[in-house]
Every structure is written in C-alpha cells, then in structure tokens.
C-alpha cells in the first residue's frame, strides 16, 4: 500500500516537495480510511462510507464486487483517482455505473494510460474528464489504440468529450472491422472528417454502427433528392437518421397538404431544406398560417426559400413583419421591399437597417419591437 501510495506521488502529482506530499495526504484520507476495524471486509458499507454511493447504489454494486476480501485494491484505485483530480462526486458516479473500476490496476493499467494520453497531449483536467465519460473502458489498455485514432479524427478533445457524453459506444465499438470502414465509406459520400464530426456530435451511434445502417441511412438521403458529394448531404443524413422511408413519406403529405405544394415543389423543399422533415406538424401548421394568410406570401414562394421555415415564429419571423409592415404603412419603407431579406439577415443588421434609420420619423420603434419580440404587439404599431 505505501509503495503504491509512493509511484502515486511520483507519477500524479507535481515534483516540488512543496506542493505534493500535503496535497496528497488530503486526498488520500478523504477517499480512504487508514484502518478498517472489522477484519470482515463489508463491501457495501465500504462503497457506502468510503465511495460516496448511496445504500441502495451500494447494494447494486457490492454484487459485482463480492470476490473482494480486502480494501487494499479499491484504497489504491480511490488513491489514483483523487490524486488526477477526480472529485468525491465524480468516483461516487463513475464506481456507481462500473463498480468492477474499483478493481482496476493502478500500476499496469491506470498510471500507463494517463501517461500515454498526457504524450498524445491531454491534460490532467482533460483525462480525469474522460475518465469519467469513458466509464469501464479507462481499465483497459485497448482504450489507447482507439484514442489514437479518434483524437485527430476530433481534432479536439472537446468534440470527442461532447460524443461519449450521449453514450460510450465509440470506445467499445470495433475500431478496424466496424468504426474505420463506416469513416471510409462516409468519406466515399463526399463527407470530410470535420462533417463525419459534427454528425457523430449530433448521431453519437453512426460511427460504432453497423455498415448496412450506414448505406441505408445514405440511401434515405439519396431517396429525398440529395445526392452524394452536394453541400446538403451531411444536413440530409441527419434529417432521415432516424426516420424510416414511412415516416418519410408521411411528413411529406403533410408538407403537401400544409403548404399545398406539388410533388415536384416539396421535393425542391426537402433537397434545399432537409431537416424539415424534423419539424414538427404543428409547427409547420403555425408557420404556414402565418406566412401566407398574415404575410401573404404564395407557396412557392416559401418553397423556393424553405430556411424560413428554420426561424422562429414568435422570435423572429412575426416581430420583423410587425416591423416592416408599419414602415411600409408608414412610409418609410419602398413597398416593393421583400420581406426575406428582412427575415434572412442577423439581429445586429436588422436593427441596424430596419430600426436605427427610422429614430426621428418612429422614436418608439425599437422598444415597440423588442416587445413584439417577448410575444407581445404593442399598441403604437399603427396597421391600417
């Protein structure tokens, strides 16, 4: 136990005598108790006292542990942990999900593999993180051959951190017979690895998938009018990832209906616009209402400008109507002026265009705006 406690020091912490030996004592007696006086080793009432996990966490665990007879292995592990910064909150989470990390080793598996990570560049902070999202998986040294691979296909930590967030499938999956094929064949689809990245964000699945998945969610994508190799492909991949061809299907009558366009026209919708076969019915119904019985604008219209239906009703879309139709009214603003462009620009540009010129002529504009952007219509929008 003191020799591990010893390599623990030496490997973990700062050199400077100054700034090791207290530290460590801390975290060493706050995580493990010098003696235990029952010679029965109690798991339960160990990860209890000693873990942080509840009674009833406990009991779940202590049956994946009941081989253990002594402390000294879990002190050790306790001792690594809080020596690369894991907090009383975090061992209490991760011996919770994976009670067997208790029974990791230190020596020939844990100390090694925070030393060949901080070599591929990760920080402390940045392996005590993916300690606890990579769960199980950090007490096995396979876990290294995969983060060579994922590190530089991420090309950050924080991607790769934002992935086994929403699941731990990318470090169990088979990196040379399912993960690096599925990549390949993406990149075969015109895909480059900062998009492969932002879809497994977003579809943490696609990668540790299997390969038939894969050509059948490409397929979909093809289905609704987005070929291979255009800029939309990777936005038509994430919208029918998880919608079969029925559910597809139903969406675009919906669109046909709502919208009362044609065949051809919502195809011309879904190829510029794939996530909206995302929206919800009800949202489309909303927009539709608005748009072309408030605004007055034609179906096709919308269709040929289908990102519209991305904005927000209550936030965006109805405010800036407000706006522009008191300007028209008023007569500070062309009649002819289209209503997209006033949509389509940023905040900051819209103010700027479409308030700001008009302080003298409409002093209450801003404020009357910004409270039809909180859902409310002012009184001093005069409409005729």
Not at 140 to 165: A, C, N, T, W
Not at 183 to 212: N, T, Y
Not at 307 to 326: A, C, D, I, N, Q
Request: charge should be positive; aromatic fraction near 8%; proline fraction near 6%.
């Amino acid at each position: 136990m003191l020799r591990l406690h010893k390599y623990i020091l030496t490997q973990l912490l700062p050199s400077s005598p100054a700034s090791t030996i207290s530290p460590l004592h801390r975290l060493i007696s706050a995580v493990a108790p010098a003696v235990f006086p029952n010679p029965s080793f109690a798991v339960e009432d160990y990860l209890v006292a000693t873990c942080g996990l509840t009674r009833p966490q406990a009991a779940k665990a202590s049956a994946r542990l009941s081989h253990l007879k002594s402390p000294a292995k879990p002190d050790a592990v306790l001792s690594f942990l809080a020596g690369l910064g894991l907090s009383t909150a975090d061992v209490a989470a991760l011996v919770a999900k994976d009670p067997k990390f208790l029974c990791a080793k230190v020596e020939k598996t844990l100390a090694p593999n925070v030393a060949e990570l901080t070599g591929l560049g990760l920080s402390r902070p940045e392996i005590a993180r993916l300690v606890s999202l990579s769960r199980g998986r950090f007490r096995s040294r396979s876990i290294l051959s995969k983060l060579h691979y994922y590190l530089p296909l991420f090309d950050s930590s924080e991607g790769l951190f934002r992935v086994l967030k929403r699941g731990a499938g990318l470090l169990s999956a088979d990196l040379e017979r399912v993960v690096k094929p599925n990549a390949a064949f993406l990149r075969e689809c015109g895909l480059s690895d900062c998009h492969i990245v932002k879809l497994c964000i977003v579809q943490p699945w696609l990668l540790p998938s299997s390969m038939e998945r894969i050509r059948a969610m490409v397929a979909r994508a093809e289905g609704i009018g987005v070929p291979r190799g255009c800029k939309m492909f990777r936005h038509a991949l994430h919208a029918v990832a998880r919608l079969s061809n029925e559910k597809i299907a139903t969406k675009v009558e919906h669109l046909k209906k709502t919208f009362m366009w044609s065949d051809a026209v919502v195809g011309i919708v879904v190829s510029k616009f794939p996530s909206v076969l995302l929206r919800s019915n009800q949202m489309l119904q909303s927009k539709s209402e608005f748009l072309v019985s408030e605004v007055g604008l034609e179906p096709t219209y919308i269709a040929h400008r289908p990102v519209m239906l991305s904005y927000s009703l209550e936030g965006r879309l109805r405010p800036r109507h407000y706006v522009v139709k008191f300007l028209k009214e008023n007569g500070l603003l062309d009649r002819d002026r289209d209503y997209y462009r006033a949509v389509m620009i940023s905040e900051k540009e819209f103010v700027e265009k479409f308030i700001c010129p008009h302080k003298e002529a409409a002093p209450h504009l801003a404020e009357d705006y910004a409270a039809a952007c909180r859902g409310e219509v002012p009184s001093s929008f005069r409409f005729t």
